[in-house]
């Protein structure tokens, strides 16, 4: 990296925190803390749910999984306009009548504290978790691509993070996610036009999305019901909105987002801005992964993107480095082929693209298996390095590819990113903490000063458990996939447990207390022996929750009538 890069990548970041400080230092009380003093309007409650969910994993994993699988993944995000109608119409205005400052105090009111606490703790343990891997995150990657201490950078995101969340809570957090969002917007625009002006002068976009398209990375949506794939439009508009309708209906660190608004209305149109750009955003992010998979059909790529497999090599013996290189040497002939044949099918006839299509996906299929007996050697070296490149091909592109400057503001992107949507599980985890544990197992009452007080010891607490978490997690196959796994190990049960609460009125708090137990403990079995895709497990916990329920509810109706 270069002085300018620095320049730019500190600078951003000091503003940020600087901004957020000197904005929104000095909260009056709990509800200025908390809810920033209901003065949000709808365009940053919207910005800030995005943020809060576009952690630096999105931009650091989503285009590698595009480079690799194409554009399916954003079948995923289809459910989000769904759930963001289905919450703006029965959750919010629920939500305000209550007055609430979490979604957990409403199940208090409806069935008992019990079931208000257990929810409230299946929350802190997901988030809390994931909390450590959006620092973690880009940490591991900037660390094995720059050289930078992984420990250091660690604690450098989160004290950064931690700076002005306590100082200015939900208020702080939203404002600087505005800030936050026009950088990565920038950045990841930049990036997609630099990439399309380094395309040879006779390729123009039309051509690179043909390009792609030949290599089967424009296939969007999967219509089969392919229950082993997890990128389907099945498993979009069924699990996904699931997903979306637990995520952003129950967790706090959402949930905080749109409760900080002026009104219902300004909460309801935020969430509906949101839906309806989400889904954009992620297709583009998806795109700049696609064009990076075509820049690289006329460029030279690594075998392996992770830099920590070069490593490796270095170790190996005499024998291994020699059939490492000539891996090398096959992957660099089969490139050259495949960038002279491609160049050609931009200037063929109708009649002979046929002819280059099916040439290229011979050599592509070549170069796959290239890189997978690479891999295979990789591993035989050393069982512990991570082979699975996604993570690390966008940020390869950026540190090699793009001029100085725009590293530093691609940098800056990624780790805006994660400052946001820590910031957001930070402020959540507290509130979490003080109003539905905290606060409500006090016997004495105490001032507004001291929860004042307490969120911001709490958000502390909560910021060093995050770093610690970082500082001893360990890379998963894509991190973009970790995430939704915890999510979707947890949310199904949740939403399962609201919707029994908006809708099903003669189910008592004990039996979805006990459903909720029993349910949670199935769905970590089913995950753990890999029944389902992960997706499904959030309609699966769902549906358990709320049979149970019902099972329950009838057995003791039975025993009391029979006695």
């Known amino acids: 990296m270069h002085t300018l890069d620095f320049i730019v ?30 003065e949000a309007k709808w365009w940053t409650i919207g910005l800030s749910v995005m943020a809060t969910q576009a952690s630096a994993i999105t931009f650091l994993s989503t285009p590698g999984q595009a480079f690799h699988s194409g554009m399916s993944f954003v079948q995923f995000y289809i459910g989000v306009p769904i759930a963001m109608v289905v919450i703006s119409m029965v959750f919010i205005p629920i939500y305000h009548r209550l007055k609430v400052y979490t979604a957990y105090e409403f199940l208090e009111s409806r069935f008992d504290l019990k079931t208000r606490s257990l929810t409230a703790i299946l929350f802190l343990i997901q988030r809390g978790l994931a909390a450590g891997i959006t620092i973690f995150a880009p940490s591991i990657i900037l660390s094995a691509v720059l050289g930078w201490d992984l420990f250091t950078l660690n604690i450098i995101i989160g004290i950064l993070v931690i700076i002005y969340t306590v100082s200015g809570g939900t208020k702080a957090v939203s404002i600087t996610q505005k800030q936050q969002m026009g950088i990565i917007f920038l950045g990841m625009f930049a990036a997609f036009f630099f990439i399309l002006e380094y395309l040879p002068e006779n390729v123009n976009f039309n051509n690179a999305l043909e390009i792609a398209n030949t290599h089967g990375k424009l296939n969007i949506l999967d219509f089969n019901f392919d229950f082993e794939n997890n990128y389907t439009i099945w498993s979009g508009l069924l699990g996904g909105t699931f997903l979306a309708l637990s995520y952003f209906g129950t967790d706090q660190s959402q949930v905080q987002r749109y409760l900080s608004g ?6 309801q149109l935020g969430l509906i801005f949101n839906g309806f750009l989400k889904v954009p955003m992620q297709f583009f992010i998806l795109l700049v992964g696609v064009m990076v998979f ?40 089969v490139q050259e082929k495949k960038a002279a044949l491609t160049l050609q099918l931009g200037q063929a006839e109708t009649n002979q693209q046929t002819i280059y299509k099916r040439q290229l996906i011979e050599l592509s299929g070549k170069e796959i298996e290239i890189r997978k007996d690479a891999d295979q050697l990789i591993h035989k ?27 530093g503001l691609l940098l800056a992107v990624i780790l805006c990113a994660a400052m946001s949507s820590t910031a957001s599980e930070l402020n959540a985890l507290a509130t979490t903490t003080v109003i539905d544990i905290y606060k409500r197992n006090q016997r004495k009452p105490k001032s507004e000063k001291h929860y004042l007080k307490a969120s911001k010891y709490f958000t502390l607490a909560w910021g060093v458990l995050a770093i610690l978490i970082a500082c001893t997690a360990n890379l998963f196959e894509n991190l973009i996939q970790l995430v939704n796994i915890i999510g979707s190990i947890f949310y199904g049960n949740v939403l399962g447990i609201f919707l029994i609460a908006f809708f099903v009125k003669w189910i008592k708090s004990n039996a979805i207390f006990m459903a909720a137990i029993i349910t949670q403990i199935i769905v970590i079995i089913v995950w753990w022996y890999d029944v389902m895709p992960y997706l499904w497990l959030n309609i699966f916990g769902c549906a358990v929750v709320m049979i149970l329920a019902v099972i329950l509810t009838s057995l003791q109706y039975f025993i009391k009538k029979g006695a």
């Open 9 to 38: 990548l500190f600078s951003t970041l000091l503003f940020i925190v600087i901004y957020g400080y000197y904005k929104t230092r000095g909260s009056k009380d709990v509800n200025d803390y908390l809810k920033g003093g209901n």
């Open 262 to 267: 002026r009104s219902i209305k300004e909460s």
């Open 294 to 333: 075509v820049f690289y059909q006329f460029n030279a790529s690594p075998l392996n993107f992770n830099p920590a497999t070069a490593e490796v090599i270095k170790d190996a013996s005499a024998s291994e480095q020699a059939q490492y290189q000539d891996y090398q040497t096959q992957l660099k002939a």
């Open 381 to 407: 070296i050393n069982p512990q390095i991570e082979t699975n490149d996604k993570d690390y091909v966008f940020i390869h592109f950026i540190l090699n590819e793009l001029p100085r400057g725009l590293i």
